[in-house]
């Protein structure tokens, strides 16, 4: 997961392969919060690993919950049966409405029946987040539900610690023209206390997002709750509910996350190669109804064809179709039409939106605001969006799309990175995704395509012992972009030549054949890099290659022109999306002659030394300064004076003297000479 300041997508030109979707949001903590509630024990699979329910899992944990994790990947519940072990406890939710709206029911009952107090509360946008519908319903029944901040939003207080009779004869109103959550809400919670006789619930006024409602009424069937439908605003819970776990039951995948590479499917120009997008974890027939997103991505030109647990997409009509809509049915994935119409050959309007504005943000305003930096029109009404894509290539621009930490702003303006105009799209805070798909941004990239002039490469270089490491590391890290440590290849070269038998020393890297034997060598590496962690054939040989023995083999393999042939080839295999820094001699000179950002890393003999020596002893090895010196004195002269590519700066690379500056300083002023020359100095 990127957890960077900001994620900077460079201009996608291609897209296809399969995406594997993360469990539904929506699904996963009701199943959570129907297993909790069950008699019985509930294997899950398939899970959504977010934000949301880890806020969740933890509010089941502080109830005394038994929540088990599988060596699979599945997770154990084990159920409360509708019996509170702990009576009072404080929890929090983050921005998770699906936590907030379904506990806030069900322990406000509880807590009336048997004698308990709960606080719930969530981060200041959820305190935002209208729930007074649903605490009134629960008044109704005779919950004491006390406001802790505002009247109307959380955090709430649910409960007194007293036991009070429920008035269940009466049908329980509740409004459904705000949210649907507060009906879900009230159908998960109220089997815990319709025990005797039939409870009755009526909606007031239209009923929004229905599908989530279907969703609920689905799952309330598999942990054995049928509940009656007397037209579209009465819902009936018979007499003598209560919940048995079905023993296992598997998430679909999330629906609302397809849309993006449904529309990723339909943005992404048709080559020879390319099948297009495949998604795997739902299909045609999903429960979910923002599988229903389909039927807009069609008529928008989108080529869809489905099976039970996979959607294939390609692009039909282009430029898209311009559509006015009524989006009531689809209200989470409708946000990505917004983008679609972006790339439409007219007005796109998009109708009966008005929950956007209870979201995690008002996102009615962001996707104006933010669809407006790109340069399109875009004007916004109470209940609608009208999209007017900008008129040519040349009236697009470069946006810094601030996310208001909602995940899915974040995810949908990833999607301008396709625009006609080849510009990059900065997204602000793209952590923010880890609310339903941690893995968002990996999976994008994963599928999508561009000429790799157009991936960045930062280029650090220098000296040994200067710091070249520790810098590029960082700085990938800041970008959330690939590192190359191309020392580690030569070191692999040396580690891997040792472990064949091969020499490495002066006299015998001299002799022609042994040259060859160390590129075939080399050519046939099996490397793999994880983190900090690196793998020669499945093996861990991280702490190997940091000996002062293989930086020395290091150094006198790179000098044989066989060896660097070999890894030129493998070192440009790591420019991907979404950027590259490379570390290592020759990055800027050599391997990577045109990357916009060349650095060479300089610092005195003594100083690097010194640091050698600092981070030899610090690690319980024997170190002599006066030796590392020599050994220092004597590679610089041995690296600057060799015939094939000699360490020197490229003549466009910026020079940076750390002798005197810590690494939070030279990062510092590395990401400040990126910034300048980007797109978006001004961030």
């Known amino acids: 997961m990127y957890t960077t300041e900001f994620l900077d997508i460079p201009p996608l030109t291609g897209a296809s392969g399969t995406v594997h979707l993360p ?12 297993a909790a509630l069950s008699e019985g024990v509930t294997t899950i699979s398939d899970l959504l690993d977010s934000d949301d329910t880890r806020v969740m899992l933890q509010a089941l944990r502080q109830l005394d919950c038994g929540v088990e994790p599988l060596a699979n990947g599945q997770l154990r519940i084990q159920g409360l049966g509708g019996q509170l072990r702990i009576k009072q406890t404080d929890l929090f939710l983050g921005n998770a409405g699906t936590a907030m709206r379904p506990l806030s029911a069900a322990l406000g009952l509880l807590a009336s029946t048997q004698g308990a107090q709960f606080e719930l509360s969530g981060v200041p946008r959820m305190h935002e987040r209208p729930i007074g519908d649903l605490v009134e319903a629960l008044r109704q029944l005779g919950c004491p539900v006390s406001y802790l901040g505002n009247d109307g939003f959380p ?3 649910l409960g007194d610690g ?10 329980i109103r509740v409004r459904g023209d705000v949210s649907s959550q507060f009906l879900t809400a009230l159908l998960l919670a109220l089997p815990l206390v319709a025990t005797e006789q039939d409870v009755v619930i009526e909606v007031v006024g239209e009923l929004i997002s229905r599908p989530y409602i279907d969703i609920t009424l689905k799952l309330l069937g598999k942990f054995g709750l049928h509940i009656r439908e007397e037209g579209a605003s009465r819902f009936v819970i018979p007499a003598g509910s209560r919940y048995r776990s079905p023993g296992e039951i598997a998430v679909e995948g999330d629906a609302s996350s397809a849309s993006y590479f449904i529309a990723l499917g339909a943005l992404a120009p048709p080559t020879a190669i390319a099948n297009g997008i495949t998604i795997e974890g739902v299909g045609l027939a999903s429960i979910q109804g923002d599988i229903r997103f389909v039927e807009a991505a069609r008529l928008m030109g989108a080529e869809i064809t489905g099976e039970a647990n996979r959607l294939h997409i390609r692009r039909g009509a282009w430029p898209l179709k311009a559509v006015d809509l009524d989006c009531n049915h689809i209200p989470d ?14 007005t796109t309007t998009l109708r009966n939106i008005a929950s956007w504005r209870v979201k995690e943000t008002d996102r009615i305003a962001a996707m104006a605001n933010e669809g407006r930096k790109l340069g399109a029109t875009i004007e916004e009404g109470p209940d609608f969006i009208r999209i007017t894509p900008p008129p040519n290539p040349e009236s697009w621009r470069a946006a810094s799309i ?4 909602d995940h899915r702003v974040a995810m949908c303006f990833s999607l301008a990175a396709f625009n006609p105009a080849g510009l990059p799209v900065r997204i602000e805070d793209p952590k923010c995704v880890a609310k339903t798909f941690p893995d968002y941004f990996e999976a994008l990239f994963q599928v999508c395509e561009t000429a790799p002039q157009r991936i960045p490469v930062i280029c650090v270089d220098g000296p040994t012992a200067s710091g070249k490491g520790t810098l590029a590391s960082e700085i990938a890290d800041r970008l959330g972009y690939h590192l190359l440590d191309s020392g580690a290849l030569y070191r ?3 580690l891997a030549a040792d472990k064949k038998g091969l020499s490495t020393d002066d006299q015998t890297l001299k002799e022609p054949a042994q040259a060859r034997r160390l590129g075939e060598l080399a050519a046939a590496m099996n490397v793999r890099f994880e983190g900090h962690q690196t793998y020669l054939d499945g093996q861990d040989v991280s702490d190997a290659l940091r000996t002062e023995s293989a930086g020395m083999a290091a150094s006198r393999v790179s000098a044989i022109p066989q060896v660097r042939a070999a890894l030129l080839q493998l070192q440009h295999g790591f420019r991907r999306l979404p950027g590259l820094v490379a570390d290592g001699r020759d990055m800027g000179t050599v391997i990577f002659p045109g990357a916009p950002l060349k650095v060479f890393l300089t610092a005195s003999a003594e100083q690097r030394a010194q640091r050698r020596y600092k981070q030899l002893i610090s690690k319980g090895n024997a170190a002599n300064i006066d030796s590392l010196l020599a050994d220092l004195v004597a590679r610089d002269l041995r690296d600057s004076s060799r015939t094939h590519a000699p360490l020197k700066p490229a003549e466009d690379a910026l020079q940076l003297d750390n002798s005197a500056l810590d690494v939070e300083q030279s990062v510092k002023q590395v990401l400040g000479w990126w910034q300048s020359q980007s797109a978006f100095p001004g961030n």
Do not use: C, E, F
Request: charged fraction near 15%; proline fraction near 7%.
């Open 23 to 34: 469990g539904s949001k929506s699904i996963s903590n009701r199943v959570l919060l129907l």
């Open 155 to 157: 955090p709430l207080r």
């Open 162 to 171: 007293l036991i009070h009779p429920l008035m269940l004869d009466a049908p």
């Open 333 to 346: 994935a409708a946000m990505t039409l917004a983008v679609m119409a972006l790339y439409a050959d007219g």
């Open 402 to 405: 601030h996310t208001y930490d």
């Open 492 to 494: 692999l070269v040396g």
